[in-house]
């Protein structure tokens, strides 16, 4: 079956001090991965979409990056309203339209 | 633009009972899906509607949950009867092509 994992599972930083989310991910044929944040007691928001190994995107102070086998989301210079929990999602192969997710990783930015 | 709304957000009920879960799609959204999260695990998905057909319900746990969508808009899940297990976040998510999903805040649901 297809399978999202992401590590840290938590992670604290300092403002200013950065890192990299990982997801490693195992699906038949990947049409898309998809990084979302998600709130306490909200819905995860999206953030990116990538299709193919070699791709990147960036959005303010993140960036995310795809390989074959997983994706990095690299969080520069960090604020603590980035504080959130982080999901990593592929869909692919015959269950195209249908999201794996992983389980997080939960982000703590203090000042 | 409107986002999806899901209401209840919260819903504690107790097991035997039934409990009724609506979502109300971005407009003009065919696809609609419903997914969970029970704590401690990653969030999971239950089904995909596309209009008022269910094109995938490989993820609904067993017969107790009943998904419908009327006329392709608004869906409505039904857990009956409850159990301790179907305890969790329940979200919905719509989107007009396969990839460009908006989730819902989920409804919390406790079973006691």
């Known amino acids: ?111 | 633009e409107a986002g999806v709304t899901q209401f209840p957000s919260h819903s504690v009920i107790e097991k035997g009972q039934t409990v009724t879960l609506r979502c109300d799609p971005i407009s003009g959204h065919d696809n609609l899906y419903w997914y969970r999260r029970v704590m401690g695990k990653e969030i999971k998905f239950l089904l995909h509607f596309v209009k008022e057909s269910k094109q995938d319900e490989s993820g609904m746990p067993n017969n107790r949950f009943l998904a419908e969508r009327t006329g392709g808009t608004y869906s409505t899940l039904k857990v009956q009867p409850a159990e301790l297990e179907d305890s969790g976040v329940y979200f919905c998510a719509s989107s007009q092509d396969r990839f460009g999903y908006t989730f819902g805040s989920g409804t919390r649901l406790t079973v006691v």
Not at chain 1, 17 to 33: A, F, I, K, M, Q
Not at chain 1, 67 to 84: C, M, V, W
Request: net charge neutral; charged share 25%; hydrophobic share 30%.
């Open chain 1, 1 to 111: 079956e297809d399978q999202v994992t992401q590590s840290p599972e938590a992670l604290r930083l300092q403002e200013g001090e950065s890192s990299s989310l990982n997801c490693s991910y195992t699906v038949s044929g990947l049409r898309g991965l998809f990084w979302y944040r998600q709130d306490p007691g909200k819905g995860p928001e999206f953030l990116f979409t990538l299709y193919s190994a070699g791709e990147e995107k960036e959005k303010e102070r993140l960036k995310a990056t795809l390989t074959k086998k997983e994706s990095f989301l690299h969080i520069t210079a960090p604020k603590p309203e980035d504080s959130a929990t982080y999901l990593c999602a592929v869909t692919g192969g015959s269950t195209l339209g249908r999201l794996y997710f992983g389980r997080g990783t939960q982000l703590t930015v203090w000042p």
